[in-house]
């Protein structure tokens, strides 16, 4: 029956946005469970091309990088975001993303945020055109953060996360049983760190080094404990350096590296059979092209932001992935607003290599309130 097929072919449909209209062809290309992990959920991130390790902090933070969430200036606040998905052959497909965060104090704050992906209806048919009845497929993770300042320059920060995949429903492909489909269930931390350098001089006004893995978890399964499949393991380092030009205007520039911790497909395609942990740890040395073919792995995210009288923002990225390894290669453009506690962001995308992208011709949105925090002078492990 077709459902035996439907699993992986939907896996490749949605795989960390290849592209619509885009075959990816050989086997080099890494692919994991849940990508939709990996999709950037609010819209000023998705106008930066996704770089936000060392981004100033707002409301939706703690996805790019637990740790600076403790450097955000407000006391508590949330966020709601939409991104249509595939919106330009269905009108079904969307992803949700709701955060909050609340600062305990100077050196202390936590988060929490909820990500769904609805990707509409889909019907099953057997071999013989047969209908087997029709499943709504969703995705949703619920995140967890702590973050926590070390010193006035330093921070961690650490999120717990459950991820919950249902592709298929409960669908079974044949009256044995051996083809049942079941979601996938499992869990994941991320661990991120931050570290700031304020400078006086005529050139900047300061500088941001962040690190994070996210997504480090147990593998999750569709079927049966023997067919597991790794999640989206990722490793992201990037900077982030920030020039006052006057009272009235800023301008960041930021540049972020990204590289999935997920086994390369050896000679025959597979992969799977790895545990986690020697999956993600030997995920730097197990291309089959040696040091080049780990290069090519690496993604590339430059973008820059401007903000007027810290009301009106403008930003500008560019987003680079190898052709061998997805082939992802777009502009971003993005706008902001903020006033009072109320914010804004709108962001939109061009693919740059003559093929088109899930996320293509698509305004992405995010509303923002965020509330200032009261400063009181305390004692601090930071001072």
């Known amino acids: 029956m077709k459902i035996r097929f439907f699993l992986p072919s939907l896996f490749l449909f949605i795989t960390i946005d290849v592209s619509f209209a885009q075959t990816v062809t050989g086997s080099n290309v890494i692919t994991s469970a849940a990508p939709f992990l990996t999709i950037s959920p609010d819209a000023r991130h998705a106008g930066l091309a996704d770089a936000g390790v060392a981004s100033s902090p707002d409301a939706n933070g703690a996805y790019w990088n637990p740790a600076k969430m403790v450097f955000i200036d407000k006391e508590y606040g949330g966020s709601f975001s939409y991104t249509p998905w595939l919106a330009k052959i269905v009108n079904d497909m969307d992803i949700f993303y709701l955060s909050g965060f609340y600062k305990i104090d100077r050196e202390q704050v ?56 249902n592709l298929t429903g409960q669908f079974n492909s044949n009256p044995s049983g051996s083809g049942e489909s079941k979601p996938g269930q499992t869990v994941a931390v991320d661990i991120g760190i931050l570290y700031k350098v304020p400078l006086k001089s005529a050139t900047l006004s300061d500088l941001s080094f962040g690190a994070s893995i996210t997504n480090l978890g147990g593998k999750i399964s569709y ?25 009235y205007n800023k301008i960041t520039f930021l540049l972020d590296f990204n590289k999935l911790m997920v086994p390369s497909p050896d000679a025959s395609g597979n992969f799977q059979d790895k545990s986690m942990l020697s999956g993600v740890f030997g995920s730097f040395t197990d291309a089959q092209g040696g040091f080049e073919e780990e290069l090519q792995e690496i993604t590339k995210s430059m973008a820059v932001e401007y903000w007027y009288n810290a009301v009106f923002a403008g930003r500008l990225g560019y987003f680079h992935e190898s052709a061998q390894k997805g082939n992802r290669q777009y502009l971003t453009f993005g706008l902001g607003f903020r006033k009072n506690n109320f914010g804004i962001d709108m962001a939109y995308l061009v693919p740059t290599n003559g093929r088109e992208s899930a996320l293509a011709e698509t305004i992405r949105f995010s509303v923002l309130l965020q509330i200032p925090e009261v400063v009181a002078v305390d004692n601090s492990v930071a001072d």
Not at 112 to 122: C, E, L, P, Q, V
Not at 228 to 239: C, E, H
């Open 223 to 247: 079927s049966n404990d023997r067919n597991r499949s790794f999640l989206p393991t990722n490793l992201r380092l990037g900077g982030a350096a920030t020039k006052e030009l006057d009272p």
């Open 110 to 165: 936590v988060s929490a945020s909820f990500k769904y992906f609805d990707m509409g209806k889909i019907f099953f048919t057997d071999n013989n055109g047969g209908s087997l009845g029709n499943f709504n497929p969703r995705d949703l993770a619920l995140d967890v953060t702590y973050s926590r300042m070390l010193s006035t320059q330093l921070s961690l920060g650490l999120t717990g996360r459950y991820i919950y995949s």
